[in-house]
């Protein structure tokens, strides 16, 4: 599989994509939350007619290099001549300052569950260090079936040294999938284990059909792209983890082995700055109260504050509230920043730009508070509240 996003040339007569072909199949609802759109495998299509010169020059400027007699395409085509066999998964943990799964990961194992019917074996990947320390075995869900612990002196976080990690796993493993969260970790470090490994990931998964066919959001969450990936034998991919269910941490009898990595030279660990809270983590909670613009300034954020801690959730904003200094980006919900799906999500003076939507409109239940009754998060709210904020706010934190 191709990026659908590269190798594209659009005009009013062609489309040509490599790797996938778009077949119009979009079906829409009433609010801004889905739009679906099917896509169907091959190498090189085009959509308009062309005279054949043309199109044997465009093909063999797409041709990816895997099929142009390089490594990866001897990979390739050796592996189309490979049999068929069970899904082995390997999970890239997230790290973690506690001997606990993150809950990204948690909702990777369910993903990884999903792929053969639920009779794959699973193998856990933990990257950690002195200040990451490894999992306990007791808080692992009884999906995975084995642990490979990866031991760095340090810089555990860093893309290269978990990379580097992933690929001495596949050496060792005869794995059909590489799977990780969709997080800033996951997205730093994926990319550059395919490149190791001469497979092109399949990013942002929300659904999984089959083992070669998944399904991701494109356009900011506007449309969803089935993509089946060519890859063989080995698949990598990343999934979101609102997407899916967290595993139940009720422990596990997997086997534990030590996984040797390559020193990383390339790049060396400075430090980290984590900002703490006695609050949920934004990523994790089942309440968030997001504020935007029309709180006006961040010495107004404690009005929304306040509320959260009644309701026993954390806070949040758009990309414009943060870009203007009312509260630290790692507060950000929507596309550039984290993606959300709490139970209950309340949006106050946010007007509902679709990056922020991408970023929170899986979420259970929505409330929105916005005095503008056109504005557009009363398109994709469950309930909505025209009122003035400074209003609205106070009343309804003295009511719980």
């Keep these: 599989m191709q990026y659908i996003h590269q190798n594209m ?17 979009i079906t829409h609802r009433n609010n801004a939350r889905t739009h679906r759109t099917q896509t169907h495998t ?13 199109m044997i020059s465009l093909t063999n400027a797409l041709r990816p290099a895997a099929w142009r007699g390089t490594l ?31 809950a990204a990961t948690l909702s990777a194992v369910t993903a990884a569950a999903q792929l053969d019917g639920g009779s794959g074996d699973i193998t856990l990947l933990t990257v950690t260090d002195d200040t990451h320390p490894p999992v306990d075995p007791a808080r692992l869900p009884t999906e995975v079936g084995a642990v490979l612990r ?30 990780a969260a969709s997080s800033k970790f996951g997205t730093n470090m994926v990319p550059r284990a395919g490149a ?55 422990g596990s009898d997997a086997a534990t082995a030590d996984l040797a990595v390559p020193v990383n030279n390339l790049t060396e660990w400075a430090g980290e700055s984590v900002s703490k809270s006695d609050r949920p983590d934004l990523g994790s909670a089942s309440v968030v109260v997001s504020g935007g613009r029309g709180m006006k300034s961040g ?49 106050v003076g946010i007007s509902g730009a679709i990056q922020h939507l991408s970023g929170m409109k899986d979420s259970k239940t ?20 025209v009122e003035d904020l400074f209003v609205a706010v106070p009343d309804l934190a003295d009511k719980i």
């Excluded at 040339?9 to 778009?22: E, M």
């Excluded at 990866?150 to 794995?175: D, I, K, M, N, R």
């Excluded at 070669?212 to 990936?229: C, E, H, Q, S, W």
């Excluded at 508070?369 to 309930?383: G, H, L, R, S």
């Design 9 to 25: 040339f659009c005009s009013t007569r062609v489309c040509i994509v490599s790797g996938s072909k778009f077949v119009p199949d």
């Design 42 to 54: 091959s190498h090189i299509l085009a959509i308009a007619p062309l005279p054949p010169a043309t």
């Design 72 to 102: 990866h395409g001897a990979r390739r085509v050796a592996a189309a001549t490979a049999t068929a066999r069970d899904a082995s998964t390997l999970i890239v943990s997230e790290p973690s300052h506690e001997p606990t799964l993150p």
């Design 150 to 179: 990866a031991e760095v002196g340090s810089g555990a976080l860093l893309a290269e040294t978990a990379a580097a990690a992933v690929a001495a796993a596949c050496e060792q493993g005869a794995f059909t999938h590489v799977m």
């Design 196 to 250: 190791m490994l001469g497979v092109s990931p399949v990013p942002d998964v929300v659904e999984i059909l089959a083992e070669d066919t998944f399904v991701r959001p494109i356009y900011a969450g506007n449309a969803l792209a089935k993509v089946r990936t060519t890859d063989a034998p080995l698949k990598m991919l990343t999934i979101r983890p609102t997407a899916f269910e967290k595993a139940e941490p009720s």
């Design 299 to 347: 010495d107004n954020f404690p009005l929304l504050e306040a509320l959260a801690d009644k309701l026993g959730g954390a806070g949040g904003a758009p990309r414009a509230a943060v870009d203007a200094g009312f509260v630290p980006n790692d507060l950000q919900v929507g596309q550039t920043g984290k993606v959300v799906a709490p139970d209950l999500y309340i949006a």
């Design 366 to 385: 929505i409330v929105a508070i916005n005095k503008d009754p056109e504005a557009p998060i009363f398109q994709v709210a469950d309930y909505g509240l």
